[in-house]
Nanobody
């Protein structure tokens, strides 16, 4: 089974940028569309964005549209979430998941914490 590992989280100030990475243990990951999700304290996990297997089509939640960008590097078995103009409400644990849409067999990463201070 593919294993996913997120990295790149941290503590930043409002308006800053971060790039999260989601690395896969196997090249089969490249055959999956994948998604990014986040969960803030006391809230349910929510969809952030997704990218197709080829990487040429993406979609985003309205709350991040225009600020976040997803792209993937097939050679590196990695998908990225570029987050610009971060806001305090973006504070959450961010997870990548494959395949997307989510099914019972979807693999989730362990999550990476993003904290945005005002």
């Amino acid at each position: 089974q593919v294993q996913l590992v997120e990295s790149g989280g941290g503590l930043v100030q409002s308006g800053d940028s971060l790039r999260l990475s989601c690395g896969a243990s196997e090249r089969t990951f490249n055959f999956y569309a994948m998604g990014w999700f986040r969960q803030a304290p006391g809230k349910e996990r929510e969809f952030v964005g997704a990218v197709t297997r080829s990487g040429d089509i993406t979609r985003y939640a309205d709350s991040v549209k225009g600020r976040f960008t997803i792209f993937r590097d097939h050679a590196a078995n990695t998908v990225y979430l570029q987050m610009n103009n971060l806001k305090p409400e973006d504070t959450a644990v961010y997870y990548c998941a494959a395949p997307y849409p989510v099914v019972p067999d979807t693999t989730w990463g362990q999550g990476t914490q993003v904290t945005v201070s005002s």
